[in-house]
């Protein structure tokens, strides 16, 4: 069964505080691996398409990386602003369809 | 760019009440688009799969004759939930993508909060 594990559910880090967030997969023939930034009351925004292995992309103070079985995205000194649910999603082989994982709730204190 | 929209932002109705719920492409055509559900402190759950001219393929549990979906145009989803009830409180939320494939990615509409009393 196709499945996608976040962990931790929850980091509280201070401003500046580097980290990393974990996203654990299990999938029939990975498609893409998708990295969305979620606010209150808002739909996810896009960060992230991992496609293979050994891949790694980054946008500001965010990286994302790959592996056969997870994925990895790093905060570097990260602001309040940085504050978010951070989703991870895998896209099946067969399928057009997305599975996300829980997320995780990141807050950034000043 | 890859924007979506969606309307309304939120909704709060007296039960045995249809609701209309709308999402718009607003810069690029969507072959396909998808719509989710959220409940409180929980992921995202694909209700169904829109196709453009085609019915739209649903996920187990889900009562198509409860939640119809039209896609009548490459820009244009509606979710309709029919006769809704207090259970049918969520959060909704649509996504579009270009390709229509898996690894192309999705991009979401903000969300209407649909609150039945």
């Known amino acids: 069964e196709d499945q996608v594990t976040q962990s931790p559910e929850a980091l509280r880090l201070q401003e500046g505080e580097s980290s990393s967030l974990n996203c654990s997969y299990t999938?029939?023939?990975?498609?893409?691996l998708f990295w969305y930034r979620q606010d209150p009351g808002k739909g996810p925004e896009f960060l992230f398409t991992?496609?293979?292995a050994g891949e790694e992309k980054e946008k500001e103070r965010l990286k994302a990386t790959l592996t056969k079985k997870e994925s990895f995205l790093h905060i570097t000194a990260p602001k309040p602003e940085d504050s978010a649910t951070y989703l991870c999603a895998v896209g099946p082989g067969a399928t057009n369809k997305l599975i996300f994982g829980t997320g995780t709730l990141l807050a950034v204190q000043p | 760019g890859a924007v979506v929209s969606q309307h309304p932002s939120w909704v709060i109705c007296k039960s045995g009440t249809s609701v209309k719920i709308e999402c718009r492409s607003l810069d690029f055509q969507a072959t396909t688009m998808f719509w989710y559900r959220q409940f409180p402190k929980q992921s995202l759950m694909l209700m169904a799969t829109?196709?453009?001219?085609?019915?739209?393929?649903?996920e187990q549990g889900v009562e198509k004759d409860k939640f119809l979906i039209n896609h009548a145009s490459l820009t244009l989803s509606t979710l309709t939930v029919t006769s809704a009830h207090p259970e049918d409180s969520s959060f909704y939320i649509c996504?579009?993508?270009?390709?229509?494939?898996?690894?192309?990615?999705?991009?979401f509409g903000d969300g209407t909060r649909l609150s039945i009393l």
């Open positions: 829109s196709n453009e001219g085609s019915k739209a393929t649903y």
């Open positions: 991992l496609y293979s």
């Open positions: 999938v029939s023939g990975l498609r893409g």
């Open positions: 996504s579009a993508s270009e390709g229509g494939w898996s690894n192309q990615p999705q991009h």
